[in-house]
Protein backbone atom coordinates (compact mmCIF):
# COMPACT_ATOMS: atom_id res chain seq x y z
CA UNK A 1 0.00 0.00 0.00
CA UNK A 2 1.23 3.25 -0.70
CA UNK A 3 1.19 6.65 1.29
CA UNK A 4 -0.73 9.69 0.92
CA UNK A 5 -0.33 13.05 1.95
CA UNK A 6 -3.07 15.52 0.87
CA UNK A 7 -2.60 19.29 0.74
CA UNK A 8 -5.56 21.44 1.04
CA UNK A 9 -5.23 24.91 -0.42
CA UNK A 10 -7.56 27.73 1.19
CA UNK A 11 -6.52 30.93 -0.36
CA UNK A 12 -8.14 33.30 1.55
CA UNK A 13 -6.62 35.75 4.23
CA UNK A 14 -7.97 38.54 6.37
CA UNK A 15 -4.84 40.72 4.52
CA UNK A 16 -2.44 40.03 2.10
CA UNK A 17 1.16 39.78 3.20
CA UNK A 18 3.88 41.91 1.67
CA UNK A 19 6.29 39.09 2.10
CA UNK A 20 3.46 36.39 0.17
CA UNK A 21 3.77 34.88 -3.05
CA UNK A 22 1.35 31.96 -2.36
CA UNK A 23 -2.05 32.34 -3.80
CA UNK A 24 -4.10 34.40 -1.59
CA UNK A 25 -6.82 36.36 -1.68
CA UNK A 26 -7.95 39.17 1.04
CA UNK A 27 -11.34 40.66 -0.73
CA UNK A 28 -13.06 37.43 -1.78
CA UNK A 29 -14.89 35.93 0.89
CA UNK A 30 -17.66 36.29 -0.85
CA UNK A 31 -16.47 32.89 -2.51
CA UNK A 32 -15.55 31.36 0.55
CA UNK A 33 -19.08 29.11 0.47
CA UNK A 34 -18.62 28.37 -3.14
CA UNK A 35 -15.17 27.41 -3.40
CA UNK A 36 -15.79 24.70 0.03
CA UNK A 37 -18.15 23.12 -2.14
CA UNK A 38 -15.97 22.65 -5.55
CA UNK A 39 -13.38 21.76 -2.71
CA UNK A 40 -15.08 18.95 -1.10
CA UNK A 41 -16.62 17.51 -4.68
CA UNK A 42 -12.74 17.53 -5.71
CA UNK A 43 -11.74 15.66 -2.70
CA UNK A 44 -14.58 12.97 -3.18
CA UNK A 45 -13.74 12.54 -6.77
CA UNK A 46 -9.97 12.56 -6.18
CA UNK A 47 -9.56 10.16 -3.04
CA UNK A 48 -12.62 7.83 -3.98
CA UNK A 49 -11.08 6.01 -6.58
CA UNK A 50 -7.62 6.23 -4.46
CA UNK A 51 -8.40 5.08 -1.13
CA UNK A 52 -11.17 2.56 -0.12
CA UNK A 53 -13.05 3.01 2.98
CA UNK A 54 -11.60 0.00 5.06
CA UNK A 55 -8.01 0.38 4.28
CA UNK A 56 -7.56 -3.22 6.12
CA UNK A 57 -8.64 -4.49 2.73
CA UNK A 58 -5.93 -5.88 0.94
CA UNK A 59 -6.37 -4.33 -1.88
CA UNK A 60 -6.50 -0.80 -0.50
CA UNK A 61 -4.38 1.35 -3.05
CA UNK A 62 -3.53 4.32 -0.43
CA UNK A 63 -3.35 5.23 2.78
CA UNK A 64 -3.24 8.64 3.92
CA UNK A 65 -0.27 9.46 6.00
CA UNK A 66 -0.83 13.03 6.67
CA UNK A 67 -2.94 16.10 5.52
CA UNK A 68 -1.75 19.52 5.55
CA UNK A 69 -4.07 22.98 4.80
CA UNK A 70 -2.35 25.53 4.22
CA UNK A 71 -3.03 28.92 2.57
CA UNK A 72 -3.75 31.63 2.33
CA UNK A 73 -4.88 32.11 5.74
CA UNK A 74 -7.18 28.76 6.42
CA UNK A 75 -7.98 29.86 9.66
CA UNK A 76 -9.49 33.38 8.32
CA UNK A 77 -12.20 31.32 7.29
CA UNK A 78 -15.20 29.92 9.31
CA UNK A 79 -14.18 27.03 11.24
CA UNK A 80 -17.46 25.39 10.13
CA UNK A 81 -16.05 24.86 6.84
CA UNK A 82 -12.32 23.00 7.52
CA UNK A 83 -15.02 20.39 9.69
CA UNK A 84 -16.84 20.13 6.24
CA UNK A 85 -13.29 19.63 4.73
CA UNK A 86 -12.83 16.57 7.28
CA UNK A 87 -15.79 14.91 7.60
CA UNK A 88 -15.54 14.46 3.43
CA UNK A 89 -12.03 13.33 3.94
CA UNK A 90 -13.49 11.27 6.45
CA UNK A 91 -16.59 9.64 4.73
CA UNK A 92 -13.98 8.07 1.89
CA UNK A 93 -11.59 6.88 4.68
CA UNK A 94 -12.07 7.05 8.61
CA UNK A 95 -8.85 8.67 9.63
CA UNK A 96 -10.29 9.97 13.10
CA UNK A 97 -9.04 7.38 14.80
CA UNK A 98 -5.78 6.79 12.77
CA UNK A 99 -2.60 8.58 14.19
CA UNK A 100 -2.00 10.43 11.43
CA UNK A 101 -0.71 14.03 11.65
CA UNK A 102 -3.22 16.30 10.36
CA UNK A 103 -2.24 20.17 10.72
CA UNK A 104 -3.66 23.75 9.84
CA UNK A 105 -1.98 27.29 9.06
CA UNK A 106 -3.58 29.52 11.27
CA UNK A 107 -3.06 33.05 12.05
CA UNK A 108 -2.83 34.41 15.47
CA UNK A 109 -5.05 37.30 14.27
CA UNK A 110 -7.79 35.12 13.26
CA UNK A 111 -8.79 32.33 15.76
CA UNK A 112 -10.73 31.74 18.36
CA UNK A 113 -10.85 29.12 21.63
CA UNK A 114 -14.13 27.34 19.67
CA UNK A 115 -12.43 27.22 16.33
CA UNK A 116 -9.63 25.61 18.15
CA UNK A 117 -12.13 23.37 19.95
CA UNK A 118 -13.96 22.61 16.35
CA UNK A 119 -9.91 22.01 14.68
CA UNK A 120 -9.76 19.46 17.23
CA UNK A 121 -13.21 17.84 16.94
CA UNK A 122 -12.18 17.83 12.86
CA UNK A 123 -8.95 15.71 13.71
CA UNK A 124 -6.71 18.27 13.27
CA UNK A 125 -3.51 17.75 16.00
CA UNK A 126 -0.74 20.07 14.66
CA UNK A 127 -1.05 23.80 14.51
CA UNK A 128 0.91 25.96 12.17
CA UNK A 129 1.37 28.91 13.90
CA UNK A 130 2.41 32.19 11.71
CA UNK A 131 4.42 33.73 13.84
CA UNK A 132 7.64 34.98 11.50
CA UNK A 133 8.36 37.78 14.27
CA UNK A 134 8.13 38.70 18.01
CA UNK A 135 8.77 42.46 17.37
CA UNK A 136 5.19 44.12 16.98
CA UNK A 137 6.74 47.04 14.63
CA UNK A 138 8.14 44.58 12.39
CA UNK A 139 4.88 42.39 12.52
CA UNK A 140 3.40 45.60 11.20
CA UNK A 141 5.80 46.09 8.82
CA UNK A 142 5.80 43.18 6.71
CA UNK A 143 1.50 43.07 6.62
CA UNK A 144 1.00 40.82 9.63
CA UNK A 145 -2.96 41.35 11.71
CA UNK A 146 -1.40 40.20 14.66
CA UNK A 147 0.80 41.32 17.58
CA UNK A 148 3.36 38.97 19.59
CA UNK A 149 0.83 38.94 22.47
CA UNK A 150 -1.90 37.50 20.54
CA UNK A 151 0.73 34.97 19.61
CA UNK A 152 0.73 34.34 23.50
CA UNK A 153 -2.54 34.21 23.44
CA UNK A 154 -3.22 31.62 21.12
CA UNK A 155 -0.33 29.67 22.07
CA UNK A 156 -1.64 29.14 25.79
CA UNK A 157 -5.47 28.32 24.55
CA UNK A 158 -4.00 25.58 22.13
CA UNK A 159 -2.10 24.15 24.76
CA UNK A 160 -5.01 24.31 26.95
CA UNK A 161 -7.04 23.14 24.41
CA UNK A 162 -4.42 20.02 23.84
CA UNK A 163 -4.01 20.13 20.07
Given at each position: ????????H??F?I?????CD????Y?KN?Y?EK?????KKEI??T??P?V????S???S?????T????G????????KY??E??N???K??NI????I??T??M??GT???????D????????L?IG?????NK?????G?????E?F?D?Y????????
Open positions: MKELGIYIIPCKKCEYFISYDIIYIKALKNLELIKNLLKNQYKITIYIGGTPSSIPSILIMTININKNNSEVIENPVTKQELIYKKAGINRSLQETDLLKSIRIHTYQIIKLAREIRI
